[in-house]
């Protein structure tokens, strides 16, 4: 983690932005393909995953600096006061809630009985969308 820090601060700007956002797009990729291969927990992770990463990078953007070592994705778009609607920011808290409980290997058996097809799929499509939001307000 010390090495990757160093590694980040020896980036210039653009550059960090860009980093941030060729993972998220990764893990984006990444998502729908543990979608279509039924890991549905893991679809849910990387969900979050991609959607830290670009919050990250649109923090990056609007203030020139890393944002604080938070998973948190509440806490994440609060700093940047994005115009969220109400069904965003659900979004952001469930996804929220499935990274931090399933970090835990006592968490992941029950969570993976509480993630279906149907619901990962519903969360995939909500995150894709959000995602793509997001990435517009970066780019422009």
């Not at 980093?19 to 393909?33: F, G, K, P, Q, V």
């Not at 890991?39 to 923090?59: D, G, N, P």
């Not at 499935?98 to 992941?108: A, Q």
Request: net charge positive; hydrophobic share 40%.
């Amino acid at each position: 983690m010390v090495l990757f820090r160093i590694f980040l601060r020896q980036m210039k700007i653009e550059n960090k932005i860009e980093y941030w956002l060729d993972i998220a797009e990764y893990d984006m990729e990444t998502a729908r393909h543990m979608q279509a291969r039924g890991r549905y927990l893991y679809t849910v992770f990387l969900c979050q995953q991609a959607l830290e990463k670009i919050l990250k990078s649109l923090h990056i953007k609007k203030f020139g600096k890393e944002s604080s070592y938070s998973h948190n994705l509440v806490y994440l778009q609060s700093n940047l006061e994005l115009d969220l609607s109400e069904s965003q920011r659900k979004l952001l808290a469930v996804l929220t809630a499935f990274y931090i409980e399933g970090r835990y290997p006592s968490y992941k058996k029950k969570l993976s009985s509480l993630v279906d097809k149907a619901q990962s799929a519903t969360l995939l499509n909500k995150t894709e969308k959000l995602y793509q939001c997001l990435k517009s307000k970066l780019i422009s």
